[in-house]
Every structure is written in structure tokens, then in C-alpha cells.
Nanobody
Framework: QVQLVESGGGSVQAGGSLRLSCAAF????????MAWFRQSPGKEREGVAS???????SYADSVKGRFTISKDNAKNTLYLQMNGLKPEDTAIYYC???????????????WGQGTQVTVSS
């Protein structure tokens, strides 16, 4: 069984930065995709960024140039560096894992519990 544990959320003013972490526990093999999603009140969960086994990355248009996804394979840990934060980035951020990089939340079977990010203007 795979367990994902996020950390690093918090409150920050617009223009500030936060770094989220997601540690993966359990057997995940050597070929997998990890991603960050976020969900604001009243909105559907949306993909933010993903990173594949070979290190290739994908970003939502709304975060391109501001957010950077990375991972440390030795530590089985996923990161999301968020710079230039905006109030519209306020959401619960979730990490997800599966064997392939999908587009929507239904493409991922393993999820963390979420961490709150709040950006004030």
C-alpha cells in the first residue's frame, strides 16, 4: 500500500513563496508519475503539475513560469516550489501518484491528505 504525506502549506502574502513536499511510503517501484492537484471551495480539483519517471514535467497554464515541480528519487519525495503566489492560488494542494501521468484526478489512484495554501492580497 502506498501512502503519501504532504507538508509545507501555510499562509503567505501575494508575491511570496512556499515549498510543498510530498513523501511517498510503501512500495512504488521504479516507474511512476507524481503530480500536484489543487482544489478551491466550490471548484473541481484541478491538475497543477506532474513529473514522469524520466523527469519530464507538465504544468497548468495558470502556474507556468511561477511553479516548479521536482522530485528526489532517493528520498521518494516530490516537491512543488511556488513563487509569485497570487490570491487565486489559494486552495488545498494534494499530491498524487500512479504508474502513468494522466490529465485528470481519475487517472491517479494514490492521494495524500492535502495541505492548505492561503495567499492574501
Amino acid at each position: 500500500q502506498v501512502q503519501l504525506v504532504e507538508s509545507g502549506g501555510g499562509s503567505v502574502q501575494a508575491g511570496g513563496s512556499l515549498r510543498l513536499s510530498c513523501a511517498a511510503f510503501g512500495y512504488i517501484g521504479s516507474s511512476y508519475c507524481m503530480a500536484w492537484f489543487r482544489q478551491s471551495p466550490g471548484k473541481e480539483r484541478e491538475g497543477v503539475a506532474s513529473i514522469d519517471t524520466d523527469g519530464s514535467t507538465s504544468y497548468a497554464d495558470s502556474v507556468k513560469g511561477r511553479f516548479t515541480i521536482s522530485k528526489d528519487n532517493a528520498k521518494n519525495t516530490l516537491y512543488l516550489q511556488m513563487n509569485g503566489l497570487k490570491p487565486e492560488d489559494t486552495a488545498i494542494y494534494y499530491c498524487a501518484l500512479d504508474f502513468f501521468c494522466g490529465i485528470g484526478m481519475n487517472d491517479y489512484n494514490y492521494w495524500g491528505q492535502g495541505t492548505q495554501v492561503t495567499v492574501s492580497s
